[in-house]
């Protein structure tokens, strides 16, 4: 991201994204997903919409799913981001999670995907979706737009990774 | 023996990067120096410009550049016009930035360029732009009479194009009908909407005088072949990829939209990097729209309810230019038959311009339509005619022994509407079982005893794909035995690494992870045309197999001559290269590339190769050879060839809310033979998603000014996973006889025949209260006000 245009207006963050420390600069106007993918070059965090609908731009706050393009960067300063980098595994193999969207099918274009991911990924935090019927599934996918997929394999992934984590 | 690729329903190559967050879609990619564009988009429908005042906007701290029409130059002018046709009489296209005059809410009047986009959009408002407004033409119906406003002076009652086609006698078909059965059906506009918008990042390199553009497009050779002769540039100095583009469906081919040539140019004048990114706001207003026809349909038919002849007129709504020609409406008219026998036809349109975004085709391209009016009609004349809807399309279906059967009418790409092979009864047959045809009027009683309103509906379709002009591919096996598959057609989703890596694999016994696919990138092959009109895989494809076997046929002649044997006597399995019944006699794919090469001076830990025995006979590289393993081929098929299908569905209506319950969704679904089933039952789903969305959401809701009242995700309704259901699938395949692979398209086939299929069922639904369903799409209030005028009718 290029400087802003009035340096005194700027806000330095410090905060945790996917376990690590970081710090950025900000201005007040700056979004979140903004800032996370060209301030901190996390650009798995997609933006499809900017007012809150699409659920691309999903990242996780504090624990719990966020739509990234309807708050402030400066809103996140001390807060614990997880994007969709954090979730693959030191060794760069897949979440079941990621392994479940790629053996069902779940993506074809990828860039409504990260957003389901994460979304998922908190969804199943809670709830042992293994034993949900679809149509409970689907409630919970309902905050993220797909336009290729038509969900049919992104809810027999959150079925899969559902069942592999809960051994 | 190696397990065939082709056929089998394998796991995406691309999948893992995408998954982790490492795709590069055109907004990630940063280059050095990089600055930010901002298009100020006219607030009104119509409006004279009489000036333009960027002092302000300039002035503001972070605003490198301003371009208004004046400032363009020979880049100034008129965008091209892609597919002239001589009914298109009054072909209009923009310029990149509005010259005197506006005709749609979102039309390009400027371009910023700054440090950010935040300060760029800062400064589009500190432009002053007077607007003198003018009338508005933004109601398709009454857009061509003689009273109506002109979009574009000089051009008559807005009527931009105008083509009658006829297929035997009509007049007569419907002078001896038994029955006549007339229906008027509409389309509403539509938009395809990716879940990523259109952006660019144009780069300007002085030292080489090159040009290199990242495009989010479905065509970057075209663009790339455009860019090229507008800026006066050798083609090989301008480099146009598509990266990782999430989602097309159609609109995302065009040469060009305004921000393609704008980047550029602001590049060229900066001597930087410039990053243009579409808000989604902007999207709904800038990137082209389809869909909206009217159509007054008459079928005649005999005693027995088979169609005699056909007539239709329609009204086809371009938008306020028409930079795709009259693709989409050429499209309807030879839809309109669908899959039944029509010996008499008659179809008339009108392509009219208004005061709207402009039309190209988005996943189906006017079949949608044409399945639409022809559909419904059926439905009609099965109830005048006492028969079983499916009955009435069973009389009527062009047979399996009836192929090649020719429309009689020029299909979009200029060759003949002929049906290359099809099953149209057993597919419908399928689809009857898979929903429960036969048994559902019992069901559907004891439903509305309780108060609830089922219905089931149907509808078939065809698809002309795999159209030309032409594909190539490149196929190269390197050195260390790895395969490289290259061609011009980008990729939007549609799995085209896993799938040309199949066929590759396939013809090469090499296994699938040892393949890497390119696609849209102009610096890797530069032939092509683009993705669109369902024709990647049949087109590239079939490149891509006539590659691969040319180099299997090197690879085997090179092998043969070390082994000493003919080439017939090899087989191909794991990149290794054997004689059948002695596999000790072997090399790998990986030391034939190399021996396809006579370098003086070796290198590396080659496999060693027998010497030469000496004196050498001739030249290293015999004539009519040439060095490696690698070959390019190019497919140009005969004519379209033809997909189809039959979905059908049982919906519940809730008369109180209008909203429509999709309980069960069948597709049965002809490509041809498939390269990879998964794939493409992926396409069916999306297809049928937009088709869901299309009939039951999406309304673009335009005022009598001009204006869009659901230009944002708030009104203009799209479906989750609450909204589409689950959809069964089956496939039936009628290998096309056109083409090596037998393969036809199947990009867009989910999206075709839904909007008919549900409003069968929605009809059916709610034929106690006697409402026939002709338009789409009938989103919930709509639909709610038709059910409470009915049982309580307004005095």
């Not at chain 2, 967050?21 to 100020?40: E, F, K, S």
């Not at chain 2, 302000?56 to 965008?79: F, I, K, T, W, Y």
């Not at chain 2, 002076?153 to 194009?161: L, P, S, W």
Request: net charge negative.
């Amino acid at each position: 991201m290029s400087e802003p245009t009035t340096a005194a207006q700027t806000r330095t963050l410090h905060l945790t994204v996917n376990g690590k420390s970081v710090s950025g600069v900000a201005e007040p106007r700056l979004l979140l997903s903004d800032f996370l993918r060209h301030e901190l070059g996390l650009t798995g965090t997609h933006v499809g919409c900017e007012h809150g609908v699409c659920g691309c731009c999903t990242v996780l706050y504090n624990g719990e799913p966020v739509r990234s393009c309807l708050m402030l960067a400066v809103q996140a300063d001390g807060a614990n981001i997880m994007t969709v980098e954090g979730l693959a595994n030191g060794d760069g193999s897949l979440h079941p999670i990621q392994q479940a969207f790629l053996d069902c099918h779940g993506l074809q274009c990828g860039f409504c995907t990260p957003g389901f991911l994460m979304n998922t990924y908190a969804f199943l935090k809670e709830h042992a979706a293994q034993d949900m019927t679809d149509e409970e599934i689907r409630v919970a996918l309902a905050g993220n737009l797909c336009r290729c997929t038509g969900y049919q394999g992104i809810v027999r992934a959150v079925r899969q990774a559902a069942q592999v984590m809960q051994k | 023996m190696t397990t065939k690729l082709l056929g089998e329903p394998v796991k995406r190559l691309e999948d893992p990067r995408l998954l982790k967050g490492q795709g590069q879609y055109v907004d990630d990619i940063h280059r050095p120096g990089m600055l930010h564009g901002a298009v100020l988009r006219s607030p009104y429908a119509h409006a004279r410009i009489k000036g333009i005042d960027v002092s302000n906007a300039l002035a503001l701290p972070g605003v490198h550049l301003v371009l208004s029409a004046a400032d363009l130059g020979e880049a100034g002018g008129p965008l091209p016009l892609l597919i002239p046709h001589p009914a298109l009489t009054e072909p209009r296209t923009q310029r990149a930035l509005a010259v005197d005059e506006v005709r749609y809410v979102g039309e390009a009047v400027a371009f910023v360029v700054a440090t950010n986009r935040y300060v760029a959009e800062d400064a589009l408002e500190l432009i002053e732009v007077d607007y003198e407004p003018l009338p508005v033409v933004s109601v398709l119906d009454t857009a061509t009479r003689e009273d109506a406003p002109l979009v574009h002076a000089g051009v008559e009652r807005n009527i931009a194009a105008h083509l009658v086609q006829t297929v035997g006698d009509p007049d007569a078909a419907f002078a001896r009908a038994a029955h006549v059965v007339k229906g008027r059906y509409r389309m509403d506009r539509g938009a395809a909407n990716p879940m990523e918008t259109r952006g660019i990042v144009a780069e300007w390199n002085d030292a080489e005088q090159s040009l290199t553009c990242w495009i989010s497009t479905q065509g970057p050779i075209p663009i790339r072949n455009g860019l090229a002769m507008l800026f006066g540039l050798p083609e090989h100095k301008v480099r146009v990829m598509a990266p990782d583009v999430g989602g097309g469906f159609g609109p995302k081919i065009m040469m060009f939209y305004p921000e393609e040539i704008l980047a550029p140019v602001a590049s060229m004048r900066l001597k930087r990097p410039i990053k243009w990114i579409e808000d989604r706001m902007e999207h709904f207003i800038s990137t082209n729209h389809e869909r909206e026809q009217i159509h007054d349909i008459e079928v005649a038919f005999d005693a027995d309810g088979r169609i005699l002849g056909v007539r239709d007129t329609f009204l086809h709504d371009t938008g306020a230019f028409s930079p795709y020609g009259i693709i989409t409406p050429l499209i309807t008219a030879t839809q309109v038959p669908n899959n039944y026998n029509v010996p008499n036809y008659r179809v008339e349109f009108t392509v009219a311009f208004t005061n709207k975004v402009p039309v190209s085709p988005y996943r189906g391209a006017g079949r949608p339509q044409g399945v639409f009016a022809m559909e419904r009609l059926l439905d009609k004349a099965a109830a005048a005619l006492g028969l079983d809807r499916a009955e009435i399309r069973r009389r009527n279906f062009v047979q399996p022994d009836e192929f090649p059967h020719d429309v009689g009418l020029i299909f979009q790409d200029g060759g003949p509407t002929t049906y290359d092979s099809g099953n149209y009864p057993e597919v419908q047959a399928r689809a009857l079982k898979m929903i429960g045809w036969d048994g559902f009027k019992s069901q559907q009683a004891e439903a509305r005893a309780q108060g609830r309103y089922l219905g089931i509906g149907l509808a078939n379709y065809v698809e002309g794909t795999g159209i030309g002009p032409y594909e190539g591919a490149q196929v190269r096996v390197d050195v260390r035995g790895h395969v490289y598959v290259s061609t011009a057609v980008s990729t939007q989703g549609q799995g085209h690494y896993t799938t040309f890596a199949q066929i590759a694999a396939d013809e090469l016994g090499v296994p699938l992870d040892r393949v890497t696919v390119t696609t849209g990138d102009s610096t890797q092959f530069r032939w092509g045309s683009g993705t669109y009109a369902s024709r990647g895989l049949t087109v590239a494809g079939n490149a891509v197999g006539l590659a691969a076997h040319a180099v299997r046929e090197k690879a085997a002649q090179i092998a043969a001559d070390l082994l000493e044997v003919s080439p017939e006597d090899l087989e191909f399995e794991h990149g290794i290269v054997s004689v059948k019944g002695s596999p000790g006699r072997s090399y790998s794919l990986a030391a034939l590339s190399v021996a396809s090469n006579p370098l003086r001076y070796a290198y590396g830990e080659v496999p060693k190769l027998p010497p030469e025995p000496l004196p050498r006979q001739g030249p290293a590289l015999t004539s009519g050879r040439e060095p490696g393993l690698e070959a390019i081929r190019y497919y140009s098929p005969p004519h379209a060839a033809f997909a189809s299908g039959c979905h059908a569905a049982i919906v519940e209506v809730d008369l109180d809310t209008g909203m429509v319950k999709i309980l069960k969704y069948a597709v049965v679904h002809d490509c041809g033979v498939m390269v990879n089933p998964m794939v493409v039952e992926g396409q069916v789903y999306g297809g049928v998603a937009q088709g869901v969305g299309g009939m039951l959401y999406e309304k673009l809701d335009y005022d009598e000014e001009g204006q869009l009242r659901s230009g944002t995700y708030m009104d203009f309704l799209m479906p989750y996973a609450t909204e589409v259901p689950h959809i069964e699938t089956d496939h039936v395949e009628t290998p096309s006889p056109l083409n090596p692979l037998g393969i036809k398209g199947a990009g867009e086939a989910g999206a075709i025949p839904t909007p008919s299929a549900l409003a069968s069922a929605i009809e059916d639904a709610l034929s106690p209260l006697g409402i026939q369903v002709t338009q789409a799409p009938l989103p919930p209030d709509t639909l709610r006000a038709m059910i409470a005028e009915k049982r309580a009718p307004a005095r």
